[in-house]
């Protein structure tokens, strides 16, 4: 059984041969590891595969090396490639179990799928005493993993700073928000502490896998120098060049490795200044962010205090306007209720035609009366002929009676007669009966004709009767009418009078008003005379001008009313009401010196008050006078 080293018939290189045994040279490889242009994000995105597509590529160009042959190497590889066992590879990676996926710490247990299967190979190696450890080719695995993940991160990292890198100031692109949001600025400090965290965390990673792969190379040239150095095989010739080739390619990942340590300083170095320049931009947004909130809470307290005194100001204006509301609520109903009576009251010319329907009332009363004197006239009358015929009708009676007597004694006569007389009397006795006979026809015609005449009679004297009680319901009717319209003139006549007593003791008012006014003005007069400070008096002397020219204005109104009233014309509403009055001046001035000019006010508001007084009195009796008239109606 022969050893075979590798699957495939590949060829060793020489000392004079520098193999490539990654694969692409180092301008491609420096382009894996992360030289994106910086013109676009979408060219530095495509010039990077997906970790999970370009982990077999990778870990294929670690398994065949791509190595140049050499005459003096083709009789050593042709005895190597007699045995085709599937099973005994030495230095091969097994990918076929599970595929690279992430960071190398994170799977722990895909770290031994880069070691050499030499199990086989043990009774051979034991009989020549050496026991050979599991070589590993895990550091370009790892490597390779390494940069794949370096590639990963630059261009997430390349990615996050073309789109936080913009070519406005961070304070043009958050000046709005600043005014709108203020956490706006909160989330986005958050945002760039977590991408600052997550750098230094990734920083960290990379420097524990760099520390993990120098102390595997570190590892790797002392476990080889001490199998050169120890013991000897018949595979001398081999393992020297394995080794060989070994120790170029951990030259050339040793210079590999210091490109990438220099770049990724470089990049740190970067990553540290933009992160400078972010804590500081992040500085000026905290402060600008303090400014802004301190301006704004100010703003908001003032506009608070806006908004309370505008609040007030609101509310003195809505008692205002309830207070003035129900004040013309109040003049609103009495103004109804004055224009319902007055809409109920009857006009001059309804008065008078009130008053022409009363007199032919009366003079139909009259003429009804007379008609009833005539009828009663005419009943007597008529009694009297009834009763006489009643006197006469009972005689007829009597004597129908006393003849029908004497027609049966006439006929017992006759009867006995014809018994015992002639024929003679026989004769005599018929005509005689027919005689009589003929005389109680005649008299049963008058009487049915007199009875014919009563009856009618009668009828006559209900129809008269019913008429009689029909004009009598009338005329006290009429009376009643009359009555009333008599009570509503003396009930006039008597508010009349008051009305006058009213007037006689507004013109006394009047009268003293006058004499006040006269008497005020001779002080006035003193007053300007005198030398004193008149500054103070003078808003008590406009007022109590004012007060008197109201009550003067008052009590012309009320004259004016009760003139109207005596006429027995319709009183002005407005007067009565008082709408057109000129409003209630308040005092002006303060404190004045003088007495009498106090007394004076007191004495003239006090008469004003009087005066409204008087008008509401005259305002309840009419009301009450239209109120009484359309119930009488």
Sequence with gaps: MTFQPIRRQITIPTAHVMPSTLGPPSSNTNECFGAHPKDSALHAYSSVAPPEHATAEDTRKFETPTIEPTLNQSGILNTFCTDHHPGASTGIVNTDTEPY?????????????????????????????????????????????WRQQQNAENMRLRMEQLQLMRPCPPTAVYGS???????????????REGVLQEKEMLFERQRQH?????????????????????????????????????????TFLRAQFAEKVESSSKEKAELEKKLNAGEAESRGLKEAMKEATQKHSEELRKQEERVKGRDRHINSLKKKCQKETDQNKEKQQRIETLERYLADLPTVQDHQKQTQELNGLQEKSSLLQEQVSELEKRLREIRTVNREKETQLAAEKHRGQELMSTIDSLKEEIECFKQTEAGEKEKRLTQESEELRQEVLSLRKEQECLRKVIESQKKKIEQMCSKVKFLEDQVAQEEGTGDA?????QRKETALQQLGVAVKELAVQNQDLMEQNVTLQERLRQTRVAAEPAELEAGTIVTLYSELNLCLKELKSIC?????????????????????????????????????LD??????RH???????LRTIISDHYAQDMGDNCITQ
């Design 101 to 145: 996926g992430a960071l190398p710490e994170i799977r722990a247990s895909g770290k031994g799928e880069f070691t050499c299967k030499t199990e086989q190979y043990a009774p051979y190696q034991n009989s020549h005493g050496w026991k050979p450890e599991q070589y590993s080719l895990q550091p370009g695995a790892e490597i390779s993993a």
């Design 177 to 191: 928000g600043l005014q709108s949001d203020p956490g706006q600025w909160e989330r986005i400090l958050k945002t």
């Design 210 to 250: 760099i520390l993990q792969l120098e102390q595997k190379l570190r590892g790797n040239e002392v476990q080889a120098h001490s199998t050169l150095l120890s013991q000897t095989n018949p595979y001398n010739d081999m393992y020297i060049i394995k080794m060989q080739e070994l120790q170029r390619e951990v």
């Design 485 to 489: 319209l008599k009570e509503e003139a």
């Design 560 to 596: 004016t009313l009760l003139s109207q009233r005596m006429e027995g014309r319709d009183p002005n509403l407005s007067l009565l009401l008082g709408i057109h009055s000129a409003p209630h001046f308040e005092d002006q001035g303060g404190t004045s010196d003088s007495l009498c």
């Design 599 to 604: 007394k004076h006010l007191d004495a003239v």
């Design 607 to 613: 008469l004003k008050r009087e005066i409204d007084d």
